[in-house]
């Protein structure tokens, strides 16, 4: 069976954290190393790994400052001791024998030390949710801006087939081995978002392959673990956008992008600030783009890349 470490990264995930390493503990029938990095937690989500049986299954490193996803995951994967790893995010739940499954495709592959494998994510009611994307570019960036990103005509259809070669897999499950992750560098420490597009790049380029494994699904439940945050979510994305594109493109497009970025902030800044008027819920998205802005004009002057806390 394959050597494994799982890398979770845990900020404020709630009764997630649980639910996610019960669901590992319980499913697979594996010896694997599961490491939890917690990145300086508010809440008592690490609180159960103190407890028997998990203080002997788990190793807890709890840190003094939050490094964010890509830094506490660069973190876990330097400590972990297998030759292969599964970076694993808290609000993510393992189907029964999906573990086992992912690592007999992957130790099967020839080129296994270039690839990145990823399973299908379904929403809780089993519903496939979006797992494989193409690389961003400068027409997304323009047809995002102009509210048009959603229209079918523009959205990359997945052929659904068992294993599916593709440009970006999502961050919230991803196999591969630690020589490989090591080679590129791991995570892009200057992303708060945008890093499992990054890695995937980087891999892609370098003549690695990101294959989506649909024949595995586990379940996701899309946000739970930055819902609290949505303003500062919100404002470090947008920001990680430009970073991500000054990175990859050339200086043209790059202008392109960040006319059609700061565009995007100020019209939804506008759109949900009306919209809170009549429902609260919109408040912390329009204060998410508020936040943006002062970012990305801080940014010009200063070029001060520190993700808002």
């Avoid at 404002?235 to 430009?242: G, V, Y």
Wanted: net charge positive; with cysteine.
């Amino acid at each position: 069976m394959l050597d494994l470490s799982v890398v979770i990264v845990n900020y404020n995930s709630g009764l997630w954290l649980k639910r996610c390493i019960d669901s590992i503990l319980m499913g697979n029938d594996l010896s694997l190393e599961i490491i939890v990095v917690d990145n300086n937690s508010k809440d008592n989500s690490v609180s159960f790994l103190r407890e028997s049986p998990y203080r002997e299954k788990v190793v807890l490193e709890q840190l003094t400052e939050n490094l964010g996803y890509s830094g506490g995951n660069n973190y876990g994967v330097k400590l972990s001791k297998h030759k292969n790893i599964l970076i694993l995010n808290p609000d993510v739940l393992v189907t029964e024998g999906g573990i086992e499954e992912m690592c007999l495709y992957f130790q099967n592959l020839s080129d296994k030390k270039k690839v990145i494998l990823a399973p299908r994510l379904t929403d809780e009611k089993g519903v496939w949710q979006e797992s494989c994307w193409v690389f961003p570019g400068v027409k997304d960036v323009v047809l995002e801006a102009m509210f048009l990103s959603n229209l079918k005509l523009f959205r990359k259809k997945e052929k659904g087939l068992s294993v599916e070669e593709c440009d970006v897999l999502s961050g919230a499950v991803l196999m591969m081995s630690k020589e490989r992750y090591l080679e590129l560098n791991g995570f892009d420490e200057h992303l708060f978002w945008m890093e499992d597009v990054d890695i995937c790049f980087r891999n892609k380029k370098t003549g690695g392959r990101n294959l989506l494994l649909n024949i595995v699904s586990f379940f996701h439940y899309q946000g739970g673990s930055s819902n609290a945050v949505r303003d500062k979510v919100i404002a470090n994305q947008i920001f990680s956008r430009f970073k991500y594109f000054r990175k990859h493109l050339n200086s043209f497009n790059f202008l392109i992008v960040n006319v059609f970025l700061i565009f995007q902030s100020i019209t939804r800044w506008l759109v949900f600030f009306i919209l809170s008027w009549f429902n609260s819920v919109y408040a912390l998205k329009y204060k998410g783009y508020w936040l943006a802005m002062k970012k990305i004009f801080y940014w010009l002057f200063t070029k001060d890349e520190k993700i808002i806390p």
